[in-house]
């Protein structure tokens, strides 16, 4: 079955960076898009980024300002969330989706992000 | 702050019907685009509830469904069980802001 699993979570400084990855088995990697989704603590589901099935197109959510970037590796069936200049309020759960029968059919269970001050 | 207006929270008895809508506006559901719905239990990932407005993956139970009019949308759960306490969310997608977007998110407690 399809099964997503995030790492590369942890504790980091304000204004460091941070990658992210999503490994990803179960379902033809290379013929599906995904995205990334985040949580904030007690907070609701926002829409991080997302990329195509082969890599070439990349959308992200207009309130990152250029500071994330969103890669894919087929080869690997991996795909990557690297975050830079991160601020306090990137502190959440970090989840990748698949794109498939809607643009988040399948969640992994996510990895935690903490940006301390 | 979302694009999608959920109510915080809603309630009932087992076995009673209960809705969730899921207000938008004419730049996302009103312009025409899906509406999805996810169900995220305590301490886990979302899981995928209703497609296409109105659709059901495999394994849902037909208990849960949607409808679309307008700008808004609905998810209604019939015959309600205490395994259907959860967070529950809205999802499509703004011309506007040119992305995904989610609703505010909805808690179902079930009394």
């Known amino acids: 079955q399809v099964h997503l699993v995030e790492s590369g979570g942890g504790v980091v400084q304000s204004g460091r960076s941070l990658r992210l990855s999503c490994a990803a088995s179960g379902f033809t990697f290379s013929r599906q898009g995904i995205h990334w989704v985040r949580q904030a603590p007690g907070k609701g589901l926002e829409w991080v980024a997302g990329?195509?099935?082969?890599?070439?197109?990349?959308f992200y959510a207009g309130s990152l300002m250029g500071r994330f970037t969103i890669s894919r590796d087929n080869s690997k069936n991996m795909a990557y969330l690297q975050m830079n200049s991160l601020r306090v309020e990137d502190t959440a759960v970090y989840s990748c989706a698949r794109d498939g029968v809607t643009p988040f059919d399948y969640w992994g269970q996510g990895t935690q992000v903490f940006v301390s001050s | 702050q979302s694009v999608l207006t959920q109510p915080p929270s809603v309630s009932g008895a087992p076995g009673q019907r209960v809705t969730i809508s899921c207000t938008g506006s004419?730049?996302?559901?009103?312009?025409?685009?899906?509406v999805h719905w996810f169900q995220q239990l305590p301490e886990t990932a979302p899981k995928l509830l209703v497609y296409?407005?109105?659709n059901r993956p495999s394994g849902v139970p037909d208990r849960f469904s949607g409808s679309k009019s307008g700008t808004s949308a609905s998810l209604a759960i019939t015959g309600l069980l205490a395994e259907d306490e959860a967070d529950y969310y809205c999802?499509?997608?703004?011309?506007?802001?040119?992305?995904?977007?989610f609703g505010t998110g909805t808690k179902v407690t079930v009394l």
């Open positions: 999802q499509s997608y703004d011309t506007s802001l040119i992305g995904y977007v």
């Open positions: 296409g407005n109105n």
């Open positions: 990329i195509s099935h082969e890599g070439s197109n990349k």
């Open positions: 004419s730049s996302n559901i009103g312009a025409g685009y899906d």
